[in-house]
């Protein structure tokens, strides 16, 4: 297991830029699968997720290529066959395998998708919308088997009875070479659904309503690409760049952001007293003092993003008073409260679903464990700040999901090394 060191007290200064979004990237990959011409990506996230789904798509005779941040993927000569167990459970968003192999076969033989420890997530709304346009469903010792071979899929309506992403984008892999017109209602309503869209709709689909609570899809016969695909901007990688920053910054410029991505997150930094200049693409975050508490409730977007409740914890351990969390999306992500309190940071959750933070000014490092991708964050944040020298543990979670955050660190004046893993050689 990987291991990040992080010597404290080095103030952040200069540049950084942010990659592209994981989120979109992993749900972009699986899609790749229902072209019927090589595709190609670029601004692709240098994370050990695409490295996972490289293995996948291999397993499936599928043949990808990664340099310099651009991914090609020839779908045109793949195979049905069984997938790796290991690269599956090892991510939750393998799940958009199945409705990539759906929209590709008319049925898809998945193991129970993996990835970070928040406990088992439900994907009753993904098999709502996969028989809703008419495959069954049936599992078997964690293994999904999907299928409509009888009579391929048929369009319908599909009102989802909660907001959810993955629901969201699996149903429209699945329907966007189905017959007819597929409604889905209560669609979600992020950036990167806007994103997966506009690299179908590109390559010949015709999908209408992305970033609206109704989405239309009107099936098509075949898919090909035409033009490289760039992958929209990370929020989250943003976001928790610039919650480093207000906490251990002497003024750093973010690049590479889409500004109203953020709102909700930086409403809650400027409400704080976090000065930003935020510009078309750029964000630049002054040295922060006399920080104020606030309440954040994480929303569905355009709410505030629960990937994002944990990266700013740090930096409410510098408010002068209490700040408050409640976690509406996944109230279990508290994985990194027990880590930061063993560094010194008053914080708690003993109300199940609300965190509770005081001020903390004094922070020391020590060994931590990282139980997810975020909550990794969240550490590497308290690391900086902190006094002397933080080992994070099981540092694997945190390069899932944070493109090349060694060199990036690095730049700003962090002193970090990684132990464990082959960064040159991280991609297959």
């Given at each position: 297991?990987?291991k990040?060191i992080?010597?404290g007290?080095?103030?952040?200064?200069?540049?950084?830029?942010i990659?592209g979004?994981?989120?979109?990237t992993?749900a972009?990959?699986?899609?790749?699968?229902?072209?019927?011409?090589?595709?190609?990506?670029?601004?692709v996230p240098?994370?050990?997720?695409?490295?996972?789904?490289q293995?996948?798509?291999?397993?499936?005779n599928?043949?990808?290529?990664?340099e310099?941040g651009?991914?090609?993927?020839?779908?045109?000569?793949?195979?049905?066959?069984?997938?790796?167990?290991?690269?599956?459970k090892s991510?939750?968003?393998?799940?958009?395998?199945?409705g990539?192999l759906l929209?590709?076969?008319?049925?898809a033989?998945?193991?129970f998708p993996?990835g970070?420890?928040?406990?088992r997530?439900p994907?009753?709304?993904?098999?709502?919308g996969f028989?809703?346009?008419g495959?069954?469903?049936t599992?078997?010792n964690?293994?999904?088997?999907?299928?409509?071979?009888s009579h391929g899929l048929i369009?319908?309506?599909?009102?989802?009875d909660?907001?959810?992403?993955?629901?969201t984008?699996n149903i429209?892999?699945a329907?966007?070479?189905?017959?007819g017109?597929t409604i889905?209602?209560?669609a979600?309503?992020?950036?990167?659904?806007?994103?997966?869209v506009?690299?179908?709709?590109?390559?010949?689909?015709?999908?209408?309503?992305?970033?609206?609570?109704?989405?239309?899809?009107a099936g098509?016969?075949?898919?090909?690409?035409?033009?490289?695909?760039?992958v929209i901007p990370d929020r989250?990688?943003a976001g928790?760049?610039?919650s480093?920053?207000a906490?251990?910054?002497d003024?750093v410029t973010?690049?590479?952001?889409?500004?109203?991505?953020?709102?909700s997150?930086?409403?809650?930094l400027?409400?704080m007293?976090v000065?930003?200049?935020?510009?078309?693409?750029?964000?630049?975050?002054y040295?922060?003092?006399e920080?104020k508490?606030?309440?954040i409730?994480t929303?569905?977007?355009?709410?505030?993003a629960t990937?994002?409740?944990q990266?700013?914890t740090?930096?409410l351990?510098?408010?002068n008073?209490?700040?408050?969390?409640v976690?509406?999306?996944?109230p279990?992500?508290v994985?990194?409260?027990?880590?930061l309190?063993r560094?010194?940071?008053?914080?708690?959750?003993?109300v199940?679903g609300?965190?509770?933070?005081?001020?903390?000014?004094?922070?020391l490092g020590?060994s931590?464990?990282a139980?997810?991708i975020?909550?990794?964050?969240a550490?590497?944040i308290?690391?900086?700040?902190?006094?002397?020298?933080?080992v994070?543990?099981?540092?694997?979670?945190i390069?899932?999901?944070y493109d090349?955050?060694?060199?990036?660190?690095?730049?700003?004046?962090?002193?970090v090394t990684?132990e464990g893993?082959?960064?040159?050689?991280l991609?297959?």
């Open positions: 297991m990987a990040i992080i010597q007290g080095h103030r952040l200064r200069g540049e950084v830029t990659g979004a994981k989120n979109s992993v972009l990959i699986p899609a790749a699968i229902l072209a019927d011409t090589p595709v190609k990506f670029d601004t240098q994370i050990l997720d695409v490295k996972n789904l293995l996948i798509l291999q397993a499936m599928v043949s990808s290529t990664f310099n651009e991914l090609t993927i020839d779908p045109t000569h793949i195979t049905e066959s069984d997938l790796p167990s290991g690269a599956i991510l939750r968003a393998s799940y958009y395998f199945m990539a929209g590709r076969f008319s049925r033989t998945v193991t993996g970070d420890n928040l406990g997530r994907i009753d709304q993904h098999i709502k028989e809703a346009l495959a069954t469903v599992e078997v964690d293994i999904i088997h999907i299928d409509a071979t369009g319908a309506r599909v009102a989802l909660t907001v959810s992403v993955g629901a984008i429209i892999l329907a966007v070479r189905a017959k017109q889905i209602e209560n979600a309503r992020e950036p990167e659904i806007i994103d997966i506009t690299f179908l709709n590109n390559m010949g689909a015709s999908i209408r309503g992305a970033g609206t609570d109704t989405i239309r899809i098509v016969p075949s898919l090909k690409a035409r033009n490289t695909h760039t989250i990688e928790t760049y610039m480093m920053a906490a251990y910054g003024g973010i690049k590479n952001v889409i500004p109203e991505h953020l709102e997150y930086t409403s809650k400027i409400e007293g000065n930003l200049d935020i510009g078309e693409d750029t964000i630049h975050v040295k922060s003092d920080l508490p606030v309440a409730k929303m569905p977007y355009p709410g505030f990937d994002l409740q990266p700013i740090p930096l351990l510098l408010a008073g209490e700040s408050t969390i976690d509406t999306i996944y279990k992500r994985k990194h409260i027990a880590e309190r560094m010194g940071g008053d914080i708690d959750s003993a199940p609300e965190i509770k933070i005081n001020q903390s000014p004094r922070l020590t931590v464990q139980a997810e975020r909550a990794g964050a550490l590497v308290a690391a900086i700040m902190a006094e002397g020298e933080t994070i543990n099981d540092a694997d979670h390069l899932r999901g090349r955050i060694q060199e990036k660190l690095s730049r700003l004046g962090a002193d990684i893993i082959d960064l040159i050689n991609m297959p």
